[in-house]
């Protein structure tokens, strides 16, 4: 039984029941801190940095159904539940993630109870706030 670590994964949980939340959980995620996988980025394990001015990274991707998806957790434990040796993530707002990845297709939590893919259709309607008005209409 999945249990929620935050209020993101609460919201995640009761939109997939309640179409008449998916706008408090677009809001919700959008100032969320995520985490994406970044193997070959230089870091102590344990240690936080900040990213220098255009660094350029590289974030652990998989492909599913022909597309390519960027791995995104909404917690460190869904990190683990997902590896299981140590690796290097960067966590950042996911808006802050979404405007530095545009286009990409991010998947909320893959191979958990509590996933959400975020196709990159849905991610510049999310960014741009144009899902708040198609959510609304759905909701009702």
Excluded at 16 to 28: E, K, L, Q, S, V
Excluded at 38 to 45: F, G, I, L, R, S
Excluded at 100 to 105: K, T, Y
Excluded at 118 to 125: M, Y
């Amino acid at each position: 039984m999945f249990e929620p670590d935050n209020s993101l994964e609460a919201l995640m949980q009761a939109a997939a029941r309640d179409a008449g939340i998916i706008p408090a959980f677009y809001r919700t995620l959008l100032e969320t801190e995520l985490y994406v996988l970044t193997p070959e980025a230089p870091m102590k394990p344990g240690r936080r940095r900040s990213l220098k001015f255009q660094e350029e990274i590289n974030i652990a991707t998989v492909d599913f159904q022909n597309m390519r998806w960027l791995p995104a957790f909404t917690s460190k434990k869904r990190i683990y539940d997902y590896i299981k040796e140590p690796e290097v993530c960067l966590g950042a707002t996911a808006r802050n993630l979404f405007e530095m990845l545009p286009d990409s297709n991010f998947w909320l939590n893959p191979l958990s109870e509590c996933q959400k893919p975020l196709p990159a259709t849905e991610i510049a309607l999310l960014v741009s706030g144009k899902i708040f008005d198609l959510s609304m209409k759905i909701a009702r």
